[in-house]
């Protein structure tokens, strides 16, 4: 089963994702800061990582460097998800090689699993997409 890590800090944004890619057959783990994503990132090796890049204790640009940083972990794929466009924060993500963004405000949870399985082609959902 392929799995996703949710790195944010809204705990409801993460739980509402978490259960929208699990019923896509989906593993996952959340995290609510970048300190605990780096520990399960290093304990499960996440097909996926989801991260926001406006967190309390680091941002998640930090979380991004330390990722490309490790040899093991660098190619996971990573969907940048934030409230809010911060041009700096962003292009500092994107240097770092992140391989989608989205919005908050401005996606639907079917088209988060579909950018996740674009990121995955030898996986489709397991499921009908629900609404969002």
Request: glycine share 4%.
């Amino acid at each position: 089963m392929k799995s996703v890590l949710i790195v944010d800090d809204d705990p409801m944004f993460r739980e509402v994702v978490r259960m929208r890619l699990k019923a896509a057959g989906y593993q996952t783990y959340v995290a609510a800061g970048a300190d605990a994503g780096w520990e399960l990132v290093k304990a499960h090796r996440p097909d996926v990582v989801l991260l926001d890049l406006i967190m309390p204790e680091a941002d998640g640009v930090s979380f991004l460097r330390r990722l490309r940083s490790d040899p093991a972990l660098a190619p996971t794929p990573v969907i940048v998800v934030s409230g809010l466009s911060f041009m700096a924060l962003t292009k500092a993500a994107e240097q770092l090689g992140i391989h989608s963004q989205l919005i908050k405000s401005r996606f639907t949870l079917t088209e988060l699993v579909q950018r996740v399985t674009s990121l995955l082609p030898d996986r489709a959902p397991s499921v009908v997409p629900i609404a969002s």
